[in-house]
């Protein structure tokens, strides 16, 4: 059964970066068999995806929101998906997830406040 473990969250400035990860441990299929997601859950809002690798790495989908500030890799040696998040707003501040087929991570907190 795979696990994933996101890390990497935390309180940002607007304008400020974070680098979430998300490593892959468990049995099962190989990590670079599945493409990877992630999504994000504010506070009274519907989850929603913000980005999608697929196997080799290249990305199929960024939300309108994160497009030119978010940027999601994977590095499938390390069984590692991340996602650096540059000029960070207010409206960022969700609880972000990984996401590998039917495998979620517990999620990690992002804060944007000044």
């Known amino acids: 059964q795979v696990q994933l473990v996101e890390s990497g969250g935390g309180l940002a400035q607007p304008g400020g970066s974070l680098r979430l990860s998300c490593s892959s441990f468990g049995s099962g299929k190989g990590f670079s068999d599945y493409g990877m997601a992630w999504y994000r859950q504010a506070p009274g809002r519907h989850r929603e995806l913000v980005a999608a690798l697929d196997t080799t790495g290249a990305p199929n989908y960024y939300a309108d929101a994160v497009k030119g500030r978010f940027t999601a890799s994977r590095d499938n040696a390390k069984n590692t998906v991340y996602l650096q998040m540059n000029s960070l707003k207010p409206e960022d501040t969700a609880v972000y997830y990984c996401?590998?087929?039917?495998?979620w991570g517990q999620g990690t907190q992002v804060s944007v406040s000044s």
């Open positions: 996401v590998s087929g039917n495998a």
